[in-house]
């Protein structure tokens, strides 16, 4: 529905690397591709650098950016601070879309389109993957071979920044015949409430 409403020069996604954020960068490819295919678009998308980042996720990041084309804008300040320059910069821009779910802090009474509020720079925040669950995000993942970065294959389930990032200890797993101690990765997890266990 965004792009009923917007013009894909109008709108910005944002795009972090994480699993949410690689389903929507897909399923927003795939809308630009059998919808605007004569245009040769390239999204546009934000980045919001954490204080301490992962080097795989960086790195992860890098090859969205070359693999996808996508014209990244990389910052490395606060979500705040980088929304205002790309919107005094781009004034054309007017949403954004994001892979908030509503189990995400702070996200349970958002809508689908809902403003940003005010004291923030004033953009139309479009979140399609609102109530999609944990498990949804990784049966589209799997099933369509979609690249994830490789931390979720070590144990980590909500990926911030690595001061505030372990690996969630619900998914640890001894096998005392075999001695062996690890983590599975986070389509393995079964209790879906348990996802940001890992974050502190």
């Given amino acids: 529905m965004c ?11 944002a795009f972090n690397g994480g699993k949410d954020c690689m389903v929507l960068l897909h ?8 919808n605007y295919s004569d245009r040769n678009l390239r999204p546009l998308c934000l980045y919001v650098q954490s204080a ?16 996808y084309n996508l014209n990244l804008l990389k910052f490395s300040t606060k979500v705040k601070d980088a929304l205002e320059f790309v919107l005094k910069s781009k004034p054309n821009i007017k949403a954004c879309l994001m892979g908030t779910r509503r189990d995400d802090p702070f996200a349970f009474h958002l809508k689908a ?16 993957l609102l109530d999609w669950h944990y498990s949804f995000i990784w049966d589209y993942l799997l099933d369509l071979q979609v690249p994830y970065c490789k931390l979720y294959d070590q144990g980590y389930t909500s990926i911030g920044s690595r001061l505030n ?3 969630n200890p619900y998914l640890y797993y001894h096998d005392p015949k075999q001695n062996i101690k690890k983590y599975l990765p986070a389509y393995k997890l079964l209790d879906v409430t348990k996802e940001r266990s890992g974050r502190c």
Avoid at 3 to 13: A, D, G, I, M, S
Avoid at 52 to 67: K, M, S
Avoid at 115 to 122: A, R
């Fill in 27 to 34: 399923l927003t490819l795939a809308v630009l591709k059998r």
């Fill in 165 to 167: 990032t372990k690996l």
């Fill in 52 to 67: 301490d980042p992962f080097e795989e996720l960086e790195e992860f990041v890098e090859h969205c950016r070359q693999f």
């Fill in 113 to 128: 389109f809902q403003m940003t509020d005010p004291n923030w720079p004033q953009i139309m925040r479009v979140s399609p």
């Fill in 3 to 13: 792009f009923e409403t917007y013009e894909p020069e109008n709108v910005l996604v």
